[in-house]
Structures are given as C-alpha cells and as structure tokens.
C-alpha cells in the first residue's frame, strides 16, 4: 500500500464524521471566519518571510556588516528590524548607504530596491526625507542601480513616483520629457 493511500485511509471523510459532531459545532459569525483567516494568513506569511530572510540572508551580508560597522552601524541588526517592518532598522539601512562599496553596495541595493516595494511609495519616502541630503542622494543612486541592475527598468519613476522625486538621477536612466 502506498503512503497515500495510508494516509487517505487515516482520514475521515464527511459521511464517516457523526452528525452530532458536525451539528452541535459552535457557529461563527462569517465576518468573524474571514477576519480569523486573515490574521492567520499574516501570521504564516510573516513567519515564513522572517524565516527565509535568515536563511537566505543577502549573499553579501557579510561584506555589509563590515563595511556598515565602520560607519558606526550594526548592518546585520538593521537589516533584520528593516524587513520586520521597524522604521528604524530601515533609516540605519539608509544611513549605511553612503559607507557601502563594491559588493556591499551592489547588494545593499537590492535590499533597498525590495524593502522600497514592502514599505510602499509614500511611507518610504516619507522615511528617506528625514534623512540628510547626502544619504537622500546616496539612497537614490543605489535604487537606479537596483532598477537597472535586477529590476531591468531603468525608469521606476512610473512605479514609484514620490520616492522617484527626492533626489536627482545622476548615473541612470533619466526619462526624456514629451
């Protein structure tokens, strides 16, 4: 026998379930059953995501750390509150921006390109304008980079229009005015 066919048979189906069971089952109002459901799924998804981000943490997280820590910034611990959503692990993500080179830079923009589209537009920018100019530039810069680079769409201004405005595009793609 094999294991499906064991594992259908430790199952019940509807008909072996006995009515009393089914009948005297406590109902839930449907509003309350698509809220329950909804924080659960959120729950899974947070879970799963904080998961896979430990585990498949960028391959240059380690060059991040170094270079990060001589600006003074624990990048490892940014990283992890930026994804979990905290507002203040992303502004130490963007005050690292400036002290990354090479490989740190390459994947630092990846992470800042994917933790633009978590946080949306407008919460983004919100975060980066209390950031000084040179970091507003330097952020900027990085996520021409990641467009361009991972994305392959050099103009993300259509996408993300007030993070797109914060700082002049030097070294991409700039769209031509019609």
Do not use: N
């Not at 959120?42 to 990060?68: D, H, N």
């Not at 990048?75 to 005050?95: T, V």
């Not at 537009?121 to 467009?147: E, G, K, T, Y």
């Amino acid at each position: 026998m094999r294991w499906s066919e064991r594992l259908a048979a430790l199952v019940p189906t509807p008909d072996e379930i006995p009515p009393s069971t089914r009948r005297d089952a406590l109902s839930r109002q449907p509003s309350l059953i698509v809220f329950s459901l909804g924080l659960m799924r959120r729950a899974v998804f947070f879970a799963t995501f904080g998961f896979a981000l430990t585990v498949c943490a960028s391959p240059w997280l380690e060059i991040q750390s170094e270079q990060a820590a001589r600006a003074g910034i624990d990048y490892r611990h940014a990283y992890e509150r930026a994804y979990a959503g905290g507002e203040d692990g992303l502004a130490a993500m963007f005050r690292a921006t400036p002290a990354l080179d090479g490989g740190g830079a390459e994947g630092h923009s990846h992470d800042l390109q994917k933790l633009l589209t978590v946080y949306g537009d407008a919460r983004f920018a919100a975060l980066l304008r209390r950031q000084s100019a040179a970091v507003r530039q330097s952020v900027i810069d990085s996520l021409d980079f990641a467009f361009e680079l991972y994305v392959r769409r050099p103009d993300w201004s259509s996408a993300f229009p007030v993070t797109y405005r914060i700082a002049p595009h030097r070294f991409a793609h700039v769209p031509k005015k019609t």
